[in-house]
């Protein structure tokens, strides 16, 4: 048994602002399992929820992971884009090219992601969240892979892509060359370890496979705080 994603933690400073914005964007419902935070839970086949956890640190940087949603069509493109403007996003600059079909936005607290164009093949058969796409190497993507037990659905030129078995968004990571690393990840990962299981277990089987035990002060008590191999935080939870 393998870990499960069980969040994408989003660090925020007003959590409950910003949780706000996602669930008029995603029509995810708001849950109340965070005192100090906020957390919103899927309405979909995405499997996991997003949790959004006070911090002072501004944000610096583009993000190393965004979302990329997905569209219909054009008109359902500029619906999504325009719903996220009147939530408080924006449009923004990341060097996309005039002839790109996406649309590249910022949240309330920058933090980009796409609405992508109707016709996109590789995103064809996922919901309204088509991936969350990483900046990363293929070692990472096979990282992942083995982490959480998610089969490879493209490896190419250093690019790769995972999926869970059971539907949901792609995770991808985009290859070399990498953007540098400015301080601790805004978004992160929470696992869950399996069911009744061993989170010391499974922290070793993480090490194995290429994770190294940090401290961030990310994570909740009890929790693990790790990075992958190419140094990106996540946390393990106790099990539940």
Known sequence: MTSQLFALGIGASQPSRLARFWSGLLGWELADDLPDGAALL????????????????PKVGQNRMHFDLTSTSLEDQQQTVARALALGGRHIDVGQRPDEGHVVLADPEGNEFCVIEPGNKFL?????IGALACDGTQKVGYFWSEA??????WDQDQETAIRSPHGGPKITWGGPPLMPKTGRNRLHFDLAPPAHGDQQAEVDRLLSLGATRIDTGQCEAGWVAMADPDGNEFC?????
């Open 42 to 57: 899927p309405s979909d086949d995405t499997g996991f929820r997003l949790r959004f956890r006070p911090t002072a640190e």
């Open 124 to 128: 064809a058969d996922c919901g309204f």
């Open 148 to 153: 959480l037990g998610w089969p490879l659905v």
């Open 236 to 240: 393990v939870l106790t099990p539940r």
